[in-house]
């Protein structure tokens, strides 16, 4: 959890940097807490990864926590892909 949170801050400032783990913040859009998979999305949004919109897009409508869902649709929007 504290990885996810501090990798989603280096995303804010420098997405460049955390670029390449984006198929593993994909994968942590599943992960049983809450939290990871919100720093998930905060990730995904901030170097705007493209690939992840379909997957955000079900975490958006399904997510059992209302603020992944909402952090779904704010990735969704920096990503320009909100369906």
């Known amino acids: 959890m504290n990885t996810t949170?501090?990798?989603s801050r280096v995303a804010d400032?420098?997405?460049?940097a955390v670029q390449h783990l984006t198929d593993q913040y994909i994968a942590l859009l599943d992960h049983d807490h809450r939290l990871v998979r919100l720093n998930a999305c905060w990730m995904l949004g901030h170097v705007r990864a493209d690939p992840a919109a379909s997957r955000l897009d079900d975490v958006r409508i399904n997510d059992d926590d209302e603020r992944v869902r909402s952090r779904a649709a704010w990735t969704l929007t920096e990503i320009d892909q909100l369906y």
């Open 5 to 7: 949170a501090a990798l």
């Open 13 to 16: 400032t420098n997405p460049d």
